[in-house]
């Protein structure tokens, strides 16, 4: 008897992952949940199995065909491991996700070429709902995710994509970080837990929602290391484009704008007006469309569809590379985490942060904490400090975690 397999072709979004990972950079993100109580594997164990059935295209393989790569799901059994390892490291038995504990800390790490931040996020509220549902005995009837099985595999891209569109007008080639790396590949991250409502005070001062306002902290901090650049910084925005466009995937769905200034010691009430502008420009609806058509516009290239996947891994690796020079660093803005009422006593916070070969920003909130993180392959950890250092001059309590093994003291 012959079973066949379930498979899906990779979301437009997550074709540029697989040929561009390379050792300093898996394309592997973590979001992490902390409790107020240590975690117990063995209930955690039980709720990945309950969570795997509710979406089970995180049990999938990426596989490489002779025209593209493929999701392909396998039957095998998904074990919760002890953190043992550097973050956002390759995941391990050619999974596509793994979750790990530390003390309080349940982790889980997934593969971009899977899903986006909102897939991954939607996964560890449900894990972590089913975890303490079993832990405590809760009878919770709010559902996390109200999308069926069916609708949480579609390619949303597929879905939505337009023929009809205006052409994107590229950015100017950015100014772009370089500076002396860990010898080791080690991915160093820095976290700053910021109260949201303070966040939102400043913000309100100068008229700007809070990732305006961020983006402008994160310009003026970089400009401060820029020396005698004539390029303009340039943060890369991720759009989750399920705020534009209504689907229940949990699959790849967004799409990036650019938000470019040209620091020359500029004010930062300056940076904050361009910022505003660019904001409000990038994120028309009708920009957006744009962005995301212009992306998937060469899947519908009949002969593009032919040509080798060894072939399309080149180009697409040149391309990728291409792009970084319109790039500075990325700021991701996953927004708040909602979790039911029911939950919110045994929760303290959750984070975010993304394996790179640069330096990278992310952050969330949930509650009244926000969690601002930076990953960096970096030693020198100037722009994160400039960062946190702005925060605490305008009145803003931090506190600092991190895993630098240099002096971060201040």
Known sequence: MIFLSKWYRLDNAAKIF??????????????SVTLLEPVKVDILNKALDETLEEYPIFKSSLKKGIFWYYLEEVNKNYEV??????????ISNNNLFEVSVYKNRINLEVDHALTDGTGTLTFL??????????????????????????????????????SNFKKVIKSKKAYRIKDEKYIDDRLKV??????????????????????????SVLIKSIGEVKNKSKKPIVITIPV?????????????????VNIDYLYNNDSFKDITK?????????????????????????????????????????????????????QTMTLSNIGIINMPDIYKKYI??????????????????????????????????????????????VGIDVIINTNDYGDYDE
């Open 18 to 31: 697989p040929p561009s990972r390379s050792k300093n950079d898996y394309k592997v993100f973590r979001f």
């Open 190 to 215: 820095i976290e700053g837990i910021v109260s949201v409502n303070d966040i939102k005070v400043k913000a309100k001062e100068f008229d700007l929602t809070i990732t305006e306002y961020l983006t």
């Open 240 to 256: 989750n484009l399920r705020k534009y466009y209504p689907t229940y995937t949990v699959r790849n769905f967004f799409s990036v």
């Open 125 to 162: 509220k449900s894990l972590v709902a089913n975890y303490l549902n079993s832990l405590y005995n809760i009878k919770n009837n709010e559902v996390i995710n109200e999308g069926s099985i069916k609708e949480i595999k579609e390619d949303a891209f597929k879905k939505y994509k337009d």
């Open 348 to 393: 303290d916070y959750f984070s975010v942060f993304t394996s790179t070969s640069k330096i990278q920003m992310c952050m969330c909130s949930y509650n009244d904490k926000m969690v601002i993180s930076f990953s960096s392959k970096f030693v020198n950890s100037e722009i994160e400090k400039n960062f946190f250092k702005f925060l605490s001059k």
């Open 274 to 326: 361009s910022v505003k502008k660019s904001f409000k420009e990038k994120l028309d609806k009708e920009n957006i469309k744009d962005k995301m058509n212009s992306m998937i516009k060469l899947e519908d290239i009949f002969i593009v569809r032919l040509i080798p996947v060894f072939i399309k891994d080149f180009v697409l690796k040149i391309a990728c590379n291409i792009e970084n020079e319109y």
């Open 81 to 90: 491991k002890m953190e043992d390892k550097s973050p956002c490291s390759k």
